[in-house]
């Protein structure tokens, strides 16, 4: 099982529309959980930390499930700008990161 | 400004030569990091270190080196031993993990 579990997509959604991207990660030691967002060619770049008690952002929401071993994303009336991939990040206990391969997410008008 | 500068933004190599990426910060920050990035295939961890002088292997070491003498810089080498070196290579640094990571643009490396 790998580490960093995501859905590649990709999810092609109206503007306006309301979209959530799952994870999961197989580590019950992992201490930290972030979202990241990397846009084609791009390096990628912090989207939002994710807490147990949820962490909102705007239009982002972000929450973890110790229990299930579960993140999610959401973003809530999704702009063209949204397009990206969005990868979902574990920290290890080594202190490193380690990341899923991303859900792409294309936003149409 | 602070931040990560990764060089050359493009890097062409023949097969069997060694190669170095260039990875500077002016963050301050301890810990340095080198991924790699293929189509599909998502950030891959090569090395880590955690303070100058010391460093520590990632998932996928084999045909890379590193050094850390100073804490600002963090050079890869990719060697001739590497057997598909081709691929977006990403530096990142972080003042703690807990905190997340900053990524350089990267440098992507082309072996004909």
């Known amino acids: 099982r790998k580490e960093v579990e995501q859905d590649p997509g990709p999810f092609n959604v109206p503007e306006g529309a309301t979209v959530a991207f799952n994870c999961t990660y197989s580590?019950?030691?992992?201490?930290?959980f972030f979202w990241y967002r990397q846009d084609c060619r791009k390096e990628p770049k912090l989207l939002m930390s994710v807490y147990s008690s949820g962490n909102e952002d705007g239009r982002f929401t972000a929450q973890l499930n110790r229990a299930s071993q579960y993140i999610s994303l959401l973003i809530r009336d999704s702009k063209l700008s949204d397009s990206a991939t969005y990868l979902c990040?574990?920290?290890?206990?080594?202190?490193?990161?380690?990341f899923g391969k991303g859900t792409k997410l294309s936003v149409k008008p | 400004d602070g931040g990560i500068t990764q060089s050359p933004k493009y890097l062409f190599r023949k097969e069997g030569q060694n190669v170095t990426l260039s990875c500077e910060q002016n963050?301050?920050?301890?810990?340095m990091y080198w991924y790699r990035q293929d189509p599909g295939q998502g950030l891959r961890l090569i090395y880590y270190s955690q303070i100058v002088n010391d460093f520590q292997k990632g998932d996928i070491a084999e045909g890379y080196s590193v050094s850390r003498e100073k804490k600002e810089s963090f050079p890869l080498t990719v060697t001739s031993a590497q057997k598909n070196p081709t691929a977006f290579y990403l530096c990142a640094s972080s003042i703690e993990a807990s905190r997340g990571y900053t990524f350089g643009s990267g440098t992507r490396l082309t072996v004909v």
């Open positions: 990040v574990a920290r290890r206990s080594q202190g490193n990161l380690i």
């Open positions: 580590n019950s030691a992992s201490q930290s």
């Open positions: 963050l301050n920050h301890d810990a």
